[in-house]
């Protein structure tokens, strides 16, 4: 399936609880004397729905191949919320920025393998479930040992909103890195996994090339893209209130241009828009600025940092909700009227089941396993 699925909750930039100053209002409670970014949690949750946002939409698209004349309702809303959705990805790539380099940096080597390890036990448990899911339901195109096996290299069907974690991890390392140098520690094991990350494109090709085998595809690293979009993002993230308060307004007339854009380059140029294009960068610097030190009023941030904690589970298990009960229920033969508030709906339960699930083994103490 076609998407640029995002995201997930950054564990590694989500001790937002330990960032730096708001700009606005009384302090709240703080993680060695930082305040909590409430705004990053408003970021999160605003990138994660809007994933979901995408491959519902998507399920429209397909419904119609891609093709307005097979159902121009059905094709035209699936066009028009994608289109919405091209900041999530980056946004997600600009909290990890900001936490590794100002919210939340790495003080040793050690805490930052436990921040990778955290995110990296829910990638692979749902890699598996997803595997089993499919198997289940006779969807794998090939055996799900094979998958499994190349599921260590690169995301594979069906899980395949999970390749983010396979770029986003490697972004977070290389930060890491960078930081702990610069703070005169020697990261070797860092330094070593970055390397094998580096080298095992080439290296399994040379295999595939000297023993004839079928060598999986390696999903591991990241492009120009992703960097840039860390930590620039981290940049805007970081800047302070005052900066912003009053200079808001270009941003938001800029925004739905932006998205308009995507629009005309998802249905004159290609669906989908890569995340590397100007419109989506645009779109990017758009949505940070509009959100990044608004203050959150207080009778909400208890409800919004729950929500926050639990992105990562609801990033996680969406899809199932996608497969199992949008993609059944959307027809080529929907109306515009009928297909917006048909997927609208399908929303509204995609996100309600997966942060319901995500905070049930939340209190069932699985979060580590589940994200």
Known sequence: ???????????????????????????????????????????????????????????????????????????WTGHFFEAVNSFAVPVFFAIAGWGVLVGATPRNEGRMWTRIVRTGVPLFVWTGVYLVWAWARDRNDDPVVDLAVDSLFASVQPAYHL?????????????????????????????????????????????GEVTGWAVPRVGWGFGTYSLVYAVAGGL??????????????????????????????????????????????????????????????????GPLRRLADAAMGAYMVHVLFVEELVRPLVS?????????????????????LSYGASLLWGRLGLRRLLG
Not at 175 to 191: C, I
Request: charged share 15%.
């Open 1 to 75: 399936m076609a998407s640029r699925s995002l995201t997930a909750r950054p564990d590694d930039a989500a001790p937002a609880a330990e960032a730096s100053e708001v700009g606005h209002g009384p302090p709240a409670a703080t993680t060695r004397g930082r305040e909590h970014r409430f705004d990053v949690d408003v970021l999160r949750l605003l990138a994660s729905c809007t994933v979901m946002l995408g491959h519902v939409a998507a399920t429209f698209i397909h419904a119609v191949d891609d093709d307005r004349s097979n159902g121009a309702g059905a094709y």
């Open 332 to 352: 080529a033969d929907l109306g515009g009227a009928a297909a917006v508030g048909t997927l609208l709906g399908l929303l509204g339960a995609v996100i309600a």
């Open 236 to 301: 805007l993230i970081a800047l302070p209130g005052s900066v912003l308060r009053g200079r808001r307004w270009p941003f938001a007339v800029l925004l739905p241009l932006t998205m308009a854009g995507c629009l005309w380059y998802h249905t004159q140029i290609h669906y989908v828009i890569p995340n590397a294009h100007l419109f989506v960068g645009l779109m990017t610097a758009c949505v940070l600025l509009l959100v990044s030190r608004r203050r959150v009023p207080e009778r909400l941030r």
């Open 163 to 207: 390749w983010f974690l396979y770029a986003y991890l490697p972004v977070v390392a290389v930060l890491a890195f960078a930081v702990l140098l610069r703070d005169g520690q020697r990261p070797w094991k860092l330094g070593v996994a970055l390397l094998a990350v580096a080298v095992a494109p080439s290296t399994l090709s040379t295999v």
